[in-house]
């Protein structure tokens, strides 16, 4: 096991990341974590849902170890499987495991894409049970005192059929993230980009304008990570416009006339 | 080409209406010495516009060889095209308008003249000014620029500049004064000094009233007008700098100075001159009277408001009456044309958009208002409505007695958002709670107060047992839905004639027939075998072996890879099983072909097929609905209905599918845009659309050969765009001429033997989807 222990080691976050509260989620999920409870993110895209992942395991000192899931996850995938090495079949920790048997945070990125039935098997392990079993090897693991799920997901462009079925919610303490307020949102875009604090403010209020473009065929406006990333390109020389067009605009939409709307709408403000 | 040949072809293309002989040789006559192309064009052009308005055909081939001097033969067909958009958007004569200056417009684009219209970029204006503003304001073109609050009108054209990327510019600028407008509060200003104003939304603006108090209420309007623009000019600057930075390197239209007679006139146009050139904020300006220089001063620091603007108007008009008796010297002021991004100060349709609102916001206030006051308690109900009938039978006048809701001991106090409301009717209290509280709340910020009037028709409502808006039951009466209009594409003119079929759902007649019982004993042994096939298709787990990676080891995989080890080959390092999931997400249409041609055992075997078909999909679970189409002429497409995706199959089903016949024609492109709406309902990943047919498309009207075949394919590209995979099964002998062109030749099958239909339809099925 000492492999694992190695590449337990990798996922622990030394350094503190920056992380802007926007109200007293951090607080609401250290109480969660003393107490053993679950804990469910939801928010758009890019509004720092693994970054807050990021700061809390920081915080709290435990490994962090996140799975993207997708719609071919299965429950080996997450829980382990055997692997035949040298003529011999050995078992093998999936992530999920390897973070319980740690005591690690186990975190599952957009948890609604993995397949239904993957959902299930964090269902022990989300409730008092605090238990996995893993049904191959014939073991029960209980997950020790700093063992902490976190799962996330994106309310707004799944379809109707990816939800999350009641039961897997409602084990859930679920905090919701939104995009921050001004202030905050161009302090973190200065912060992560560095520039200054006048162009991150009309940075935001693109972002602002772009997100109110729901109805008229802009399922998402653009998010605060798009914005540190235009910033980025900024500090390292790249005129505005350009920057905005290939940071902002750009991703956004493929329609040529949203394209021009919001491209207007940068040259409007800078 | 020579009269009589013309004259033909063009009565074959408008048959059977044929207009009277002379006619048609006056409209054709300038055609005789035109060569061949042109005619060939002419008579593209022709069918297009025909059928739409005959007049707007005949005007058409009046005004045609003026517009061949400078239109070139190719792009005819898209100017029809446009033609067409403004005849169907705003009538004749604006079309005839729209063809008779399409020479200016022309040469004026030939000029370089960069003529910008709206409809070219309202696609883009329109996001961009829902962005900037934050919420959804609407674009419009309009006589005028001016904006109601909901609306921003627009000149439908602008050609100022001589690049057309500059008139963009200034669309937007015209875009964005409208909305700092909007968000400074120009509008809606007022004067808390002026005590005796009661706002009322439904009554006059306080504006219109602070002019009409004015001793000149038109300098007054002008003055303001001017001065918002200015504190609008200022606020884009914070807001857009970087539109203001654009608009200030255009080059500054500036009409020249017009000699006014009046002075009032004079000095405002020059102010208009100095805001364009520039000067106005920055250099003290001579021209001006003291009192401008203040504001100005006024301006440059940050929170000056519309009320603000108010007080320098006073002031201004007082210099300028200062010292004159009566006010002017009895001279009538002309009044001056606004800056064009400035536009047109609407106080009325202000006022009529606001009144809408109050309505309109007030009357869903009351349908809510009156849900919670019914699920009130019944005794508090009832005491209410009681109250409320002593009110309406007694003094009715009294101002003491109308509804109010106030806030209760609570406002005023920190938490006044916590704070519980209460709705005093008469002498009873109700208190809101949450929702409804917050609704109420957020009614009277916007329009200052809740007229008593809305509270006592809640009441009202409320007793009697809510929602009169609503009135169930309506919709089951009557097979006949609500007709659905579908546009038609037009080949020729490379666009769609709008709102052209108009499609009814029909019920079909439960039938009660010997049919189903016959074709289940006649095909017993079919009907199991297909069974038993379609059973095999349903979802299924399955484990796949000798995978790369997988769940479980594959034992097989892994004895033969050691055997291999020992033997000294390579090892294969496919050793695991891997558990797939095939689920069927499947949602079919079916179009069944009702047309006329279908009569007798054609239609029958078509019938027995659907019948079996309707067997093996219960099996299968797949979601699927069965819909037969026919009809005679645009106005009359009819689609019936025998059964819905979602709705449950059984006898009734079975006995409408007993019940289809032959009725009249085959317009196809309506029936696919209908099922193309219906399966962009449903949320399955595999969405089929299976027409069963006998023949090409074809209608009594115009609806024919290639029209008829363009119409149906654009419909099925229409229906691919939406994710639809559109199949054909056709037994049609001449099919494969035209089926490749509308389906691609992997995408129909023609069945040779009708006979063998029901056999193969679920054949064709069971390939189609696995």
Not at chain 2, 373 to 388: F, G, I, V, Y
Request: glycine fraction near 8%; aromatic fraction near 8%.
């Amino acid at each position: 096991m000492s492999g694992a222990k190695i590449r337990l080691e990798e996922h622990r976050i030394i350094e503190e990341p920056y992380y802007l509260a926007q109200k007293n989620e951090v607080e609401i999920a250290c109480a969660a974590h003393r107490r053993g409870l679950p804990l469910l993110l939801k928010g758009p895209t890019g509004c720092g849902k693994t970054r807050f992942m990021q700061y809390l395991a920081w915080k709290l000192d435990r490994p962090l170890i996140t799975v993207s899931c997708h719609d071919d996850l299965s429950t080996s995938d997450l829980v382990g499987r055997y692997l035949i090495r040298a003529g011999e079949a050995v078992w093998m920790d999936g992530p999920l495991t390897l973070a319980v048997r740690a005591g690690g945070i186990c975190y599952l990125d957009e948890v609604v894409e993995a397949r239904k039935d993957t959902t299930v098997v964090i269902h022990p392990l989300a409730d008092d049970r605090r238990e996995l079993p893993i049904e191959k090897r014939g073991e029960l693991l209980v997950a020790p005192p700093e063992f902490m799920l976190a799962v996330s997901y994106n309310p707004g462009y799944q379809s109707v059929l990816k939800d999350l079925k009641p039961s897997t919610r409602q084990r859930f303490v679920a905090l919701s993230f939104t995009y921050p307020a001004v202030e905050q949102e161009a302090e973190i875009v200065c912060r992560e980009s560095r520039v200054d604090r006048k162009l991150a403010l009309t940075l935001v209020k693109l972002a602002v304008m772009t997100r109110s473009l729901k109805d008229s065929g802009l399922p998402e406006g653009a998010s605060t990570r798009l914005l540190i990333q235009a910033g980025k390109l900024i500090e390292d020389g790249v005129d505005i416009p350009s920057a905005c067009r290939a940071a902002v605009v750009e991703p956004l939409s493929d329609d040529p006339e949203m394209l021009a709307a919001i491209e207007d709408m940068v040259a409007s403000l800078f | 080409m020579k009269l009589p040949e013309l004259t033909k072809r063009f009565n074959q293309i408008v048959a059977p209406d044929i207009p009277n002989e002379w006619d048609v040789e006056e409209m054709l006559e300038p055609y005789l010495d035109q060569s061949d192309d042109v005619c060939q064009t002419i008579f593209w052009c022709i069918p297009a516009i025909w059928p739409i308005s005959n007049g707007l055909c005949r005007d058409f081939l009046k005004i045609l060889p003026e517009l061949l001097g400078f239109v070139p033969l190719a792009q005819l067909p898209a100017r029809v095209g446009e033609i067409l958009d403004c005849y169907e958007m705003q009538g004749l004569r604006a079309a005839q308008q729209f063809m008779r200056s399409m020479e200016s417009r022309y040469q004026e684009r030939g000029n370089g003249s960069g003529l910008v219209l709206l409809g070219e970029v309202e696609g883009r204006l329109l996001p961009f000014i829902r962005g900037v503003a934050g919420r959804d304001l609407m674009i419009a073109g309009g006589n005028a620029v001016f904006t109601d609050t909901e609306t921003i009108f627009l000149p439908p054209e602008l050609a100022i500049y001589p690049k057309s990327a500059d008139n963009i510019l200034l669309y937007k600028l015209i875009l964005a004064f409208q909305w700092a407008f909007l968000e400074i509060g120009s509008f809606t200003v007022f004067d808390s000094a002026e005590q005796d104003f009661k706002s009322d939304p439904e009554g006059p603006l306080w504006l219109t009233s602070f002019f009409s108090s004015c001793s000149d209420p038109i300098f007054a309007r002008d003055c303001y007008s001017f001065l918002e623009t200015v504190r609008a000019a200022r606020f884009l600057e914070r807001e857009l700098p970087g539109l203001m930075r654009a608009w200030s390197a255009l080059p500054r239209i500036v009409a020249p100075p017009v000699q006014e007679a009046d002075p009032r006139a004079t000095l405002l146009l020059e102010l208009q001159a100095e805001l364009l050139n520039g000067s106005l904020l920055q250099i003290q300006s001579q021209s001006s009277p003291t009192v401008f220089n203040d504001y100005w001063r006024r301006l440059t620091c940050e929170g000056a408001s519309a009320v603000d603007t108010v007080h320098a108007v006073r002031e201004v008009l007082a210099a300028i009456f200062d010292g004159k008796e009566d006010g002017g010297s009895g001279e009538e002021y002309p009044g001056i044309s606004p800056l064009i991004f400035q536009g047109e100060l609407r106080l009325t349709a202000i006022e009529a958009v606001r009144r809408q609102q109050f309505l309109r916001q007030g009357e869903e206030l009351v349908h809510s208002l009156a849900l919670y006051l019914a699920a009130l308690p019944q005794e508090k109900l009832s005491q209410l409505l009681r109250s409320e009938e002593e009110k309406q039978s007694g003094a009715s006048g009294l101002e003491s007695d109308v509804s109010m809701i106030m806030d209760s001991e609570f406002a005023g106090t920190v938490d006044e958002h916590q704070a519980p409301l209460l709705v005093t009717i008469n002498n009873e209290e109700v208190e809101l709670s949450g929702e409804m509280a917050e609704e109420v709340r957020k009614f009277r910020e916007e329009f200052g107060h809740l007229p008593g009037r809305f509270v006592s028709s809640a009441v009202g409502r409320a007793g009697e047992g809510v929602a009169p808006d609503v009135q169930p039951g309506n919709e089951q009466g009557g097979a006949l839905q609500a007709a659905i209009c579908y546009d038609e594409w037009d080949y020729r003119r490379l666009g769609f004639r709008k709102n052209w079929c108009v499609v009814t759902v029909k019920d079909l007649p439960d039938l009660k027939s010997g049919f189903i019982r016959q074709t289940l004993g006649k095909y017993h042994g079919v009907v199991n075998r297909l069974r038993h096939q379609f059973e095999m298709m349903r979802t299924t787990d399955r484990f796949v072996r000798r995978q790369r990676d997988g769940d479980d080891i594959d034992l097989d995989g892994l004895v033969e890879s050691l055997a291999d080890a020992r033997a000294g080959l390579a090892q294969s390092d496919r050793l695991y099983i891997k558990l797939l999931r095939d689920e069927r997400d499947i949602a079919v249409i079916f179009l069944v072909d009702m047309s006329n041609s279908t009569a007798g055992w054609v239609g029958n075997t078509i019938k027995e097929s659907l019948v079996l078909m309707t067997e093996a999909l219960e099996v299968l679970g797949d979601r699927y609905g069965i819909y037969g189409f026919s009809g005679m002429r645009r106005t009359r497409c009819e689609i019936y209905h025998i059964k819905d995706i979602d709705e449950p199959s059984g006898d009734v089903v079975r006995q409408r599918i007993g019940a289809i016949g032959p009725r009249e024609y085959t317009r196809m492109g309506p029936a696919i845009r209908h099922a193309t709406s219906l399966l962009g309902k449903t949320d399955a990943r595999v969405r089929l659309l299976i027409t069963l047919t006998d023949g090409k498309p074809e209608d009594y009207d115009d609806y024919k050969g290639e029209y008829a075949i363009e119409d149906t394919r654009h419909a099925l590209l229409e229906a691919k765009t939406a994710g639809i995979h559109p199949f054909c099964i056709t037994i049609d002998h001449q099919a494969h001429d035209y089926m490749d062109h509308l389906y691609g030749p992997v995408n129909y099958i023609f069945v040779n033997d009708v006979r063998r239909l029901p056999l193969r339809m679920p054949e064709i099925y069971r390939v189609l989807t696995s």
